[in-house]
């Protein structure tokens, strides 16, 4: 259970921060996102990135919660960027 | 993309020769300046001798890669070489002159 | 050479790439497959399914095989029976390079049939099944994946731009090279941590400059200080009688502080002999390098290897991080998923290359250079994932009672390879080797937990379910899943005809 919200807690991180981006907003929301939404997901996505940090470590501890976090933290990329590819028309 | 000036004419065989003095400056004289780059940091690091000899072994590898790297961005072949040995030979001398300073406990 | 640092670096990563790729793929299957080593050593042993190993490990009934199979071996070892791996393994090795193995059930001590197991890829991952010049292949090839590493981040220009991107639908070279992209980059980090450490492993064998510059070259003083292990030399006369090793495994646990994993006979024909034990790496990221050692005639206490120091703590650190034998089966499952992204990054890597010579691979025959890349692609990354799969399928077919039976799963393995990759080399010249080695793939794959059905009474899906042995379960549900993933490729190549490259030829590209 602990991985599973750590692991979304890290998509929700790259979800975040990737809607920052035109390219990626566009699709999904028909337009780019105005310059304080920019500001604002991308802060949050870096917030939430660090959460999902602390989530591990305070998790699994000093040793094993980073390597846990990168492993979720990859995987969450590829599961997200794999989405986005489903989803974009 | 910024625009490239064209390549000046070099005959094919001499293209190829120095893609192969490349490939052989990142192989064997990247490996030479790991070898003494190690050798080096064997006397150079502050640690118990038997922790320098890992850390500075460990280390090899990033030396050896940042070296075939810096080969294939070097302006010549000569050039790559000429750096690679330098560098590598100087930095094995050192522990050479002074075999007392790398193997100190 | 080339007019810019961006045009030397793609040409370094291009070609260390190709040189490197077919091997690294093979090493990258392998290392995926071994993330799970040992839990298919133990589906491979259908006659074990539905034990326990007990609570204590027993080395005794390895060590009496060991003495009748190799009474003058230089040294016979054997790991205890876990929950991950329930057969008791033994080795005994002679001092001319020989080695005998042999499975015992861990509580009966029975010999169990042997297979080559999970430990087959673990070694074809690092050595290709070549010994030391292999060993030297594999680290050459570690090399060249990170000098390609450093230079594709060189050279990706957009490469935060790009993180998200993936456009499967643009098709043909966009659609790879993104999925290239993608798998290279948001696993980065791994990539680069795999490489690194892979080599670091074996850094004694390939790094010399530190340990002539500190000792002289005396490898032996090098040991004794890094790790403190204990060697005592021959003294010419036989050995009176071997003591327990059973009677021994609860000392060596309390001194150790830790389970006993595994246990040894140094030179066990020689009065000398010594009786070691050592722990599993499953308690900390660092391999626990820790051993104590009795003496073999009278089983007393002689020594125990000191706490390593930070460099040597290093070492076992990064040699920890790849072996990922910590963080229970989830972090495997993590490792094994980054793997793939792994292998998905080199193969599409591969057509990447391929596909941006696609008029001049076409127009050049079979027998040419690009002839070799174009049937090396398929027979390596079609091929392989067919041969592993046929091992699996020979691990059910073969007689039990088959002699060499391990030998003969590998045989399986190396001829599926083989009949693959000259299948698949030949079917693409008409445009669809492809799909026709995935195809076969997926069938083999999708029919495995039916084999399984019919091949065995207790090892099945529907009975390791029932007994909630969900380690055995997982492997045939994995086959499952990889088999529809397997499909769903063969699928997108359905009614292909020409290779692309003759149709991109045709078009006019």
């Given at each position: 259970m602990n991985l599973l919200a750590g692991f979304c807690l890290c998509a929700l991180a790259w979800v975040l921060l990737s809607l920052g981006l035109p390219k990626h907003h566009q699709p999904l929301f028909g337009r780019p996102p105005a310059p304080r939404a920019r500001r604002g997901l991308r802060a949050a996505g870096w917030a939430v990135l660090a959460a999902s940090f602390a989530w591990f470590v305070a998790g699994r501890g000093w040793e094993y919660g980073p390597v846990f976090w990168l492993a979720a933290l990859m995987l969450a990329a590829v599961a997200w960027v794999l989405a986005l590819a489903a989803v974009a028309r | 993309m910024a625009r490239v000036a064209a390549a000046p004419a070099v005959p094919r065989r001499r293209q190829r020769a120095g893609v192969a003095s490349r490939v052989c400056a990142a192989l064997f004289g990247g490996y030479f300046l790991a070898h003494g780059a190690t050798a080096f940091l064997t006397g150079a690091l502050p640690f118990a001798r038997v922790d320098r000899v890992i850390a500075a072994s460990l280390l090899a590898f990033a030396v050896w890669c940042a070296a075939a790297i810096y080969v294939f961005a070097a302006r010549s072949a000569w050039r790559a070489w000429g750096t690679l040995l330098l560098l590598g030979g100087a930095l094995l001398a050192v522990p050479m002159l002074f075999p007392g300073w790398a193997s100190r406990p | 050479m080339k007019n810019s640092l961006l045009q030397s670096m793609a040409w370094l990563h291009t070609w260390a790439g190709l040189v490197a790729g077919w091997l690294l793929f093979a090493i990258f299957v392998g290392g995926t497959l071994a993330c799970f080593d040992k839990e298919l050593d133990d589906w491979m042993r259908?006659?074990?399914?539905?034990t326990q190993p007990p609570e204590t490990p027993r080395f005794d009934a390895a060590m009496a095989w060991a003495r009748e199979r190799?009474?003058?071996?230089h040294a016979w070892w054997a790991h205890a029976g876990t929950a991950r791996d329930r057969a008791v393994t033994v080795h005994a090795a002679h001092d001319d390079g020989t080695v005998a193995s042999a499975a015992l059930?861990?509580?009966?001590?029975a010999l169990v049939p042997d297979t080559a197991g999970g430990s087959f890829f673990f070694e074809l991952h690092y050595n290709l099944h070549a010994g030391t010049p292999g060993m030297y292949v594999v680290g050459l090839a570690g090399m060249l994946m990170l000098v390609a590493l450093v230079a594709g981040v060189l050279i990706h220009k957009r490469i935060f731009k790009d993180f998200?991107?993936?456009?499967?639908?643009?098709?043909?070279q966009r659609a790879w090279l993104d999925g290239h992209n993608f798998t290279a980059v948001l696993a980065l980090p791994f990539h680069l941590m795999i490489a690194y450490s892979g080599v670091a492993i074996f850094v004694a064998s390939y790094v010399f400059g530190g340990v002539q510059a500190g000792?002289?070259?005396?490898m032996a003083k090098f040991w004794e200080e890094a790790g403190g292990y204990y060697e005592r030399e021959e003294v010419g006369r036989p050995l009176p009688r071997l003591h327990s090793l059973d009677a021994l495994v609860a000392d060596a646990q309390r001194r150790m502080g830790a389970p006993v994993d595994w246990a040894s006979v140094h030179h066990?024909?020689?009065?000398s002999a010594v009786i070691q034990f050592g722990t599993r790496?499953?308690?900390?990221?660092?391999?626990?390098m820790q051993q104590v050692t009795y003496d073999a005639?009278?089983?007393r206490f002689l020594h125990q290897t000191p706490p390593p120091g930070p460099a040597f703590r290093t070492y076992a650190f990064l040699g920890g991080l790849h072996m990922?034998?910590?963080?229970?089966?989830a972090l495997r499952w993590l490792y094994f998923l980054l793997g793939l992204c792994g292998c998905a990054m080199i193969a599409s890597g591969m057509q990447v290359w391929v596909r941006k010579r696609a008029a001049r691979v076409a127009r050049a025959?079979?027998?040419?250079g690009h002839g070799l890349v174009r049937a090396l692609n398929v027979g390596v990354v079609g091929g392989m994932p067919l041969a592993c799969v046929a091992m699996l399928w020979a691990n059910r077919l073969l007689?039990?009672?088959?002699?060499a039976r391990a030998d003969a799963e590998v045989q399986a393995f190396c001829a599926a390879w083989i009949l693959a990759a000259l299948w698949g080399a030949w079917a693409e010249r008409r445009g669809h080797g492809w799909r026709d080695l995935f195809a076969t793939t997926a069938a083999a794959l999708l029919l495995l937990p039916v084999l399984n059905l019919l091949t065995t009474a207790h090892s099945h899906l529907p009975a390791t379910l029932a007994r909630g042995e969900y380690a055995l379960a997982a492997v045939d549900l994995t086959a499952l899943a990889l088999g529809l993933g397997f499909a769903a490729l063969a699928w997108r190549l359905r009614?292909?005809?020409?290779p692309h490259a003759a149709r991109a030829v045709e078009a006019g590209a």
């Open positions: - | - | 259908p006659a074990l399914h539905g190799m009474p003058d071996a059930d861990p509580n009966t001590g998200f991107t993936f456009r499967p639908r643009a098709g043909g000792y002289g070259g005396d066990p024909d020689d009065a790496h499953d308690r900390a990221v660092a391999w626990d005639s009278d089983g990922v034998q910590f963080g229970g089966s025959g079979a027998l040419s007689p039990p009672g088959l002699p009614g292909r005809r020409m």
